[in-house]
């Protein structure tokens, strides 16, 4: 057996295993979850990531995930981030902290804030994927109006202006919680702002702490604001136009943006290929919008895509480099006099070329930390991304090899260190810092395992030639 060959059987697995059976309106439905350790609830981008994978393994538990997902959607569209585990008690903020009880349908209860929204591409990527058409097709009869809605409720609540970029209003709806792109606004809600109730439930709440280690956590410090963002839009009763013109966090980024337009672009793809080219047409133009609002962000001083700072009164262009800068790849919108330097930037040892790349942050910046979430480590799912983006490229010699070495290297990485949540960018694990770990983040975690699958047939690396 060679080495992708167990790894891959490990990683079946894992997202056999990371899941719960769930009855919603008298049907059961399998849900996955990230990690048994501590995320214990579904995940809005994990779980539109496990699909591409279980697709693979057991297609109805794909065709779940998105069922799940999708019963539990507001009446305005929004999907939350996390659609809660009815018989979990060991996370915080938990179902009773949100208050989102009366938004929810068919007593799925979510949290009120979205994540990058992957959905269309999972959609799209089942529906062209599935070998029995006749139960994709009723699939995708059931969960397009959802998709559909999602994206509606996107563009009319988090791009009033409509100027192509959403804006997301918690730094968890990135999924890149506490990535240094939101230092400068975070740092705008002082100490003083936050109620001291909230203070102390975050002293006596956390359990990521209980569960994980500290050093691979966001700061105390992070975490009250995070909270006070929740805190803040139940007092605005989830109330979204009200939120939008409230909140001192809303900002405008390459990240979420990127993953935006490539979005209305499998939308609009999928509608066309139903038949519905009309429809299609809209979503088209959206992502269209969006990859131009993209270029735009560029600023030719700094060499950066910038991020734009929309909240009351915070108003501010933010420069910061961390590897969201790669992302406009994924969403075929690096423009010529850009891709150079982006390229440049991606393959220097001393920035983004580590031994286990792509860190979250460049390794020589003074913000980087090599375990803390996404300040540091390597994360498999923005290396999907960016393989994937680079398909866009790969008729230039240059990024067809960056695909290629990228591909090796994040497939070597988990055989060689295993299913983690993140990587230390150096060393793998890390272990040179913590002699007592086994590895970094939680351990057997799904969207590794389910990254590894998907690239291994996505890309069609061969068993009997082991990938190293
Ligand atoms: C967490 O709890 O760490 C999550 O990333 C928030 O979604």
């Known amino acids: 057996m060679s080495r992708s060959e167990e790894t891959y059987r490990k990683a079946i697995k894992i997202l056999a295993k990371n899941s719960y059976i769930v009855t919603i309106q008298g049907k059961t439905y399998r849900r996955s979850i990230p990690s048994l350790d501590f995320y214990r609830h579904q995940w809005f981008w994990d779980s539109c990531t496990h699909m591409l994978a279980l697709n693979q393994i057991h297609p109805t538990w794909a065709y779940d995930d998105a069922y799940s997902l999708l019963a539990g959607q507001w009446k305005n569209g929004l999907i939350g981030h996390i659609t809660f585990n009815p018989d979990e008690e060991n996370y915080f903020p938990g179902p009773q902290f949100w208050g989102t009880e009366k938004e929810s349908q068919h007593g799925v209860i979510s949290t009120g804030i979205i994540q990058p929204p992957l959905l269309a591409m999972s959609v799209g990527y089942l529906y062209a994927h599935a070998k029995d058409r006749k139960r994709v097709e009723k699939f995708i009869e059931d969960a397009l109006p959802g998709v ?15 100027c192509g970029l959403i804006s997301i209003v918690h730094p968890w709806e990135s999924g890149e919680d506490n990535s240094p792109l939101w230092d400068e606004v975070l740092a705008t809600i002082k100490m003083e702002d936050i109620p001291a109730e909230v203070i102390e439930t975050v002293k006596t709440s956390r359990k990521d702490l209980e569960l994980g280690s500290s050093q691979d956590r966001p700061q105390v410090i992070d975490y009250n604001r995070y909270i006070y963002l929740v805190d803040l839009y139940k007092k605005l009763d989830w109330d979204y136009t009200k939120i939008i013109q409230e909140t001192p966090f809303a ?20 509608l066309t290929a139903l038949g519905r080219e009309e429809e299609g047409k809209l979503y088209l133009s959206w992502a269209t919008q969006t990859r131009k609002a993209i270029q735009d962000l560029w600023d030719p001083e700094t060499q950066l895509y910038t991020a734009l700072s929309v909240g009351k009164g915070r108003e501010m262009t933010i420069r910061e480099d961390t590897l969201a800068q790669f992302m406009p790849f994924y969403a075929n919108a690096v423009r010529e006099d850009v891709l150079p330097v982006l390229l440049k930037k991606l393959t220097d040892p001393q920035q983004y070329w580590s031994v286990y790349p792509i860190p979250s942050v460049p390794i020589t910046s003074p913000k980087y930390e090599v375990a ?10 923005t290396n999907y991304f960016l393989i994937d983006g680079l398909n866009y490229y790969k008729d230039r010699a240059e990024c067809k090899k960056i695909q290629e070495e990228l591909l090796t290297k994040t497939l070597s990485t988990i055989e060689q260190f295993s299913f983690h949540e993140h990587y230390d960018p150096l060393t793998g694990i890390a272990d040179s810092y913590f002699k007592d770990r086994s590895g970094m983040g939680f351990q057997s975690f799904t969207w590794s395992a389910a990254i590894y699958i998907y690239l291994v047939n996505n890309y069609k690396i061969n068993f009997a030639e082991p990938v190293l």
Do not use: F
């Open 148 to 162: 559909v809605k999602y994206h509606q409720y996107l563009k009319t609540y988090r791009d009033p202006e409509d």
């Open 251 to 270: 900002v405008k980024e390459v990240h979420t943006n990127s993953i935006w337009a490539r979005a209305n672009e499998e939308l609009g793809n999928l």
């Open 372 to 381: 803390r979430y996404w300040r540091g480590p390597m994360w498999p799912i």
